[in-house]
C-alpha cells in the first residue's frame, strides 16, 4: 500500500492550486476501513497549509463505510462547536490515486496512547471534559433526517447484537466460549434505549488529538458515524481494550463514573446500565474486527501489520469480553 508522490502531487496541483509541490508523504497509523496519509507540500495558493491529511479508500476494508459519508460529516458538523479538521477537496472517482480520497487540514496534537499515559491528573481531566463537551454536544444532533446519513448505518440493540453474531459466524467463530456467552446475554439484555442521536462510532482517546496541557485539538475518523443512542458512544470509550494495561480509568483519563459525571455536566442524559450493555457489545464487536482480520489473512488477502498484530490478541480480547460481561451483568439491580 503506498501513495507515490508524482501522481498525488499532479491530483494536488488540479485540486488546491498549480504551484503547489509536494515535499513528504508519510502513512499514518489507525483506520480499520480507510489508508491515512500525513502529506506536506509546498508552494500552494494562500489558504492552504503546508501539513495536509489525504483519507483514500483501503483496498479492503473491516468496515464498508462510503467515503461519502465520513467527508459530508465533516462538512455538515462544520456549524458545530466542535474540534475538527477542515476538508480541503474530494475525489470520488480517485483520479491517478485509484481510490476515492479527500484532503483535509492536519490538526496539531497527538492521539498517542502513550502521549495519554504521560499527563499529569490535571491535564487527562482536562482532555475527558473536553471530550464528553464535544460529545454531548454531538448527540444533541437529531439525526433522523440528516442527510449526509442516508448512505449511512442506523442501528437499534436488537439489530446490532444480530450483525455482529452474524459477522462472527461468517469468519467461523461464533461458537468460541466467551463471545457465545456474551452473544446469549446480549440478547436477553438488548431491551435498552435507542435514540436518533448523531452517534461517532469510534469515539476513544485514539480518535482525539490533544496537546500536553490536555486541551482537546481535533476528533478524527468518522467512518462508523451512525443513528443511535448516546449509550452506545459511551459504552465504546468506557471498554478495557481503550484502558491500557489494566487501568481502571476509562481511556487512560478518568474514572468511569466521573467520566458519566463530565458527560451529564455538559448537558448530556444517559443511563449507566444501558452504557454498561453497549460496552459489552463493543468487545464483542471488537473481536469481530479482530477475527475478520485473522479470517482474510487466513485466505491469502492483504492486511496490515498492525491489524495482524490485533488479531493475535482475540483469545485475550474474549477474556476482556468475559471480564465486561460480568461487570455488566454485576451492575444490573
Known sequence: ????????????????GATLTVETVRRLEGGYSRETWGVRVTGGPPGVPRDLVVRRDAASGIVQTPLAVEYRLYEALAKLDLPLPTVLAVSPDGGRLGRPYYVMTRCEGTGDARAVRALDTDARVRLASQAMRALAQLHSVDATDLDVLQDGRSTSAA????????????????????????????????????????????????????????????????????????????????????????????????PRDDLLDLYRSHGGEVDARDVRFWEVLGNVKLAAFQATSRFRLSKGEAVRLPTIRSSLYLEHQSLFTVEALIEAVAAIP
Not at 467461523?172 to 435498552?192: G, K, Y
Not at 481535533?218 to 484502558?243: K, N, P, Q, S, V
Open 159 to 254: 439489530a446490532e447484537v444480530r450483525h455482529w453474531a452474524g459477522v462472527l459466524d461468517s469468519v467461523r467463530l461464533a461458537s468460541t466460549p466467551a463471545l457465545a456467552l456474551a452473544l446469549t446475554w446480549l440478547s436477553e439484555n438488548a431491551a435498552v434505549a435507542e435514540g436518533a442521536a448523531l452517534l461517532h462510532g469510534d469515539f476513544r482517546t485514539g480518535n482525539l488529538l490533544h496537546r500536553a496541557d490536555g486541551s482537546l485539538t481535533a476528533i478524527l475518523d468518522w467512518e462508523l458515524a451512525h443513528r443511535g443512542t448516546a449509550a452506545e458512544d459511551l459504552g465504546w470509550f468506557c471498554m478495557r481494550r481503550w484502558r491500557w494495561a489494566g487501568t481502571t480509568l476509562v481511556g487512560g483519563l478518568v
Open 1 to 16: 500500500m503506498t501513495l507515490s508522490t508524482g501522481p498525488l502531487e499532479l491530483e494536488l496541483r488540479e485540486l488546491l
